[in-house]
């Protein structure tokens, strides 16, 4: 069985920064990927940063240049570092990682309140 557990939300003044952390635990056998997403009210889940084999990342136009997504792979974790908030990044953030146990398959975490008031 694995799990997803996220940590680090909260809120924050607009300008200022947050990291989240989603560290992955169980029988894990390999990871070849681990994103960040997001949900606003009324809104669709959309990618926020995405990271593969720990080097290849791909960022939403939106928070390019603002946020840093990276892994230490020795403790199967991902980080978003998330600078220059605005209130638009207001979301539910969930972490989401490809991982080989028997198999391959698709993990998401709980979900972190980020809240950014301006």
């Known amino acids: 069985q694995v799990q997803l557990v996220e940590s680090g939300g909260g809120s924050v003044q607009a300008g200022g920064s947050l990291t989240l952390s989603c560290a992955a635990s169980g029988s894990i056998f390999g990871i070849n990927t681990m994103a960040w997403h997001r949900q606003a009210p009324g809104k669709q889940r959309e990618l926020v940063a995405r990271i593969t084999n720990s080097v290849s990342t791909v960022y939403a136009d939106s928070v390019k240049g603002r946020f840093t997504i990276s892994t230490n792979n020795a403790k199967n974790t991902v980080y978003l570092e998330m600078d220059s908030l605005k209130s638009e990044d207001t979301a539910v953030y969930y972490c989401?990682?490809?991982?080989?146990?028997?198999?391959?398959?698709?993990?998401w975490g709980q979900g972190s309140q980020v809240t950014v008031s301006s």
């Open positions: 989401y990682a490809n991982i080989k146990t028997t198999y391959w398959g698709v993990y």
